[in-house]
RNA sequence: GGAGGAGUGCCCGAGUGGUUAAAGGGGACGGGCUGUAAACCCGUUGGCUAUGCCUACGUUGGUUCAAAUCCAACCUCCUCCA
């Protein structure tokens, strides 16, 4: 189908969120009227959602933007199951607490993305450990465990994946397509949310929810997933040196943050823009055009627009302004990551291993000697190779800091306090 | 419950008494080339107060001058049988 009725639909296919969708022509002209309320669930097993959850994070918004209802599911009660789609082993179970924590920590991120409150097209925001750990085992095996088959349970792929590769699949996880499928039904009674949005991976989970909620309930429900995100060279996204890269002011710096958007492999620029920046559609043809060395023109937009998103507009653009003085001019830039040290530290010398350490760009004094050897270690900006380097009093600049480099991008400052 | 097989570093996987901090690959990181890209080439990839010491081959004990390697028990998984 190429021409949508909804402004919904249409949106969503002009930025490439499409990869699969159940009853197209019912759901767009539902959708047209308004009548669409859409979910996506999001487990809490971190204290930060990462890049690779931003793209049901902006479906959300191009919901909202189009005039209908999202909420945000959170996951307090699945992640105490734990989703084994994509995963080779058991997930490690996490505690209340940490699942209580990381859910605080996780609703900050939405704000910046949704509006929240009780108007027509206001977000909502839901935890479905609120009725699911309500449920009574028998009453609930009785009322739903009985439109499952193992038959067909057995064909998922994420069940398929670990039996084949002959690792473990518990029961408690093999329950966690029958939670989500709950979940759906659950949204539809409470807020009439008809359509559930995920990855491609999420398929299958959610098209169990909409059989459930048909035999129920004898509803009427959609789904809609987006490709998994991988760079064009096949890497899974959001993977960085210190590992994801989340959301999170507090887990991932704004600078780091624009500095992964930033680090976009060309074949990738035009697809990003779309899904993960709002400027218009003309506009991105225009930018994924440029060849060469000039789409870092392009690359710097995105990071820029990308990290507006999620850290406002003052972060981001301080994150641009530190990009372009460190890299184009070279310069001491006051926006990079910062690391406190105390003054007193200095007064016999600072092993430069121990700083690498402290700085967070090496996890241990030997990590820290390697890159020496390798030759990646700078000093306000001077190449070392002595592993045994002291940083003392005079290293430091006038406004009380020293750079330290690991490699042509990684930069800290160590401020002297 | 019975019989057989398996559990190795971030991941995959070789190794069946010493020369093994453990081949090879992947990933990751660093260097080179470049455009803060990709591809490619090179290097690194347990920790430490470091010519030595400690920790590590599912767990716990044992044999031995010496164990990832042999033995015992246990745990977990797989396959076949009941």
């Given at each position: 189908?190429?021409?949508?009725?909804?402004?919904f639909?249409?949106?969503?296919?002009?930025?490439?969120?499409?990869?699969?969708?159940?009853?197209?022509?019912?759901?767009?002209?539902?959708?047209?009227?308004?009548?669409?309320?859409a979910?996506?669930?999001?487990?809490?097993?971190?204290?930060?959602?990462?890049?690779?959850?931003?793209?049901?994070?902006m479906m959300l918004r191009k919901l909202q933007q189009s005039g209908l209802k999202p909420i945000?599911?959170?996951?307090?009660?699945?992640?105490?199951?734990?989703?084994?789609?994509?995963?080779?082993?058991?997930?490690?179970?996490?505690?209340?607490?940490?699942?209580?924590?990381?859910?605080?920590?996780?609703?900050?991120?939405?704000?910046?993305f949704l509006t929240f409150g009780?108007g027509p097209s206001d977000a909502?925001?839901?935890?479905?450990?609120?009725?699911?750990?309500?449920?009574?085992?028998?009453?609930?095996?009785?009322?739903?465990?009985?439109?499952?088959?193992?038959?067909?349970?057995?064909?998922?792929?994420?069940?398929?994946?670990?039996?084949?590769?002959?690792?473990?699949?518990?029961?408690?996880?093999?329950?966690?397509?029958?939670?989500?499928?709950?979940?759906?039904?659950?949204?539809?009674?409470?807020?009439?949310?008809?359509?559930?949005?995920?990855?491609?991976?999420?398929?299958?989970?959610?098209?169990?929810?909409?059989?459930?909620?048909?035999?129920?309930?004898?509803?009427?429900?959609?789904?809609?997933?987006?490709?998994?995100?991988?760079?064009?060279?096949?890497?899974?996204?959001?993977?960085?040196?210190?590992?994801?890269?989340?959301?999170?002011?507090?887990?991932?710096?704004?600078?780091?943050?624009?500095?992964?958007?930033?680090?976009?492999?060309?074949?990738?620029?035009?697809?990003?823009?779309?899904?993960?920046?709002?400027?218009?559609?003309?506009?991105?043809?225009?930018?994924?055009?440029?060849?060469?060395?000039?789409?870092?023109?392009?690359?710097?937009?995105?990071?820029?627009?990308?990290?507006?998103?999620?850290?406002?507009?003052?972060?981001?653009?301080?994150?641009?302004?530190?990009?372009?003085?460190?890299?184009?001019?070279?310069?001491?830039?006051?926006?990079?990551?910062?690391?406190?040290?105390?003054?007193?530290?200095?007064?016999?010398?600072?092993?430069?291993?121990?700083?690498?350490?402290?700085?967070?760009?090496?996890?241990?004094?030997?990590?820290?000697?390697?890159?020496?050897?390798?030759?990646?270690?700078?000093?306000?900006?001077?190449?070392?190779?002595?592993?045994?380097?002291?940083?003392?009093?005079?290293?430091?600049?006038?406004?009380?800091?020293?750079?330290?480099?690991?490699?042509?991008?990684?930069?800290?400052?160590?401020?002297?306090?």
């Amino acid at each position: 189908m190429t021409s949508y009725k909804s402004d919904f639909l249409r949106t969503m296919s002009a930025r490439g969120y499409i990869h699969q969708c159940s009853n197209e022509e019912e759901l767009d002209a539902k959708a047209a009227k308004g009548e669409i309320t859409a979910y996506v669930g999001f487990d809490c097993t971190a204290k930060s959602l990462h890049v690779g959850n931003l793209l049901g994070i902006m479906m959300l918004r191009k919901l909202q933007q189009s005039g209908l209802k999202p909420i945000v599911l959170i996951g307090g009660g699945t992640t105490k199951v734990g989703d084994p789609s994509g995963k080779d082993e058991t997930r490690q179970l996490l505690s209340d607490e940490q699942i209580e924590a990381n859910k605080q920590s996780i609703r900050k991120v939405f704000e910046r993305f949704l509006t929240f409150g009780d108007g027509p097209s206001d977000a909502l925001m839901l935890d479905n450990a609120d009725w699911l750990l309500k449920l009574n085992y028998v009453d609930f095996l009785r009322d739903y465990g009985r439109h499952f088959t193992l038959n067909r349970m057995l064909t998922f792929e994420s069940v398929k994946q670990r039996l084949d590769r002959e690792q473990p699949l518990t029961f408690l996880e093999f329950n966690y397509m029958i939670f989500q499928a709950y979940d759906f039904l659950e949204l539809y009674r409470q807020t009439g949310c008809n359509l559930q949005m995920g990855g491609s991976d999420q398929w299958g989970n959610i098209i169990n929810g909409i059989e459930l909620g048909r035999r129920v309930e004898g509803a009427e429900l959609y789904a809609l997933t987006t490709a998994l995100l991988t760079t064009s060279s096949g890497a899974k996204m959001g993977k960085t040196a210190k590992g994801a890269v989340w959301l999170n002011e507090d887990m991932l710096s704004p600078y780091d943050y624009w500095q992964f958007w930033r680090n976009t492999e060309d074949a990738d620029v035009g697809r990003f823009l779309r899904l993960f920046t709002e400027l218009p559609l003309d506009e991105i043809e225009r930018l994924e055009k440029l060849e060469g060395a000039e789409l870092n023109e392009a690359k710097k937009i995105l990071a820029t627009e990308a990290c507006k998103m999620a850290h406002g507009e003052e972060k981001a653009a301080d994150a641009a302004e530190t990009a372009r003085k460190t890299f184009e001019q070279g310069h001491m830039a006051e926006g990079l990551p910062t690391v406190e040290i105390g003054a007193g530290e200095l007064d016999n010398g600072l092993g430069l291993l121990t700083a690498l350490v402290k700085a967070g760009l090496a996890g241990s004094n030997g990590e820290a000697r390697r890159h020496i050897r390798g030759g990646a270690v700078k000093v306000n900006d001077e190449k070392i190779d002595d592993e045994k380097a002291l940083l003392h009093g005079d290293d430091i600049s006038n406004e009380g800091i020293i750079k330290l480099s690991l490699g042509k991008k990684r930069h800290v400052l160590l401020k002297i306090v």
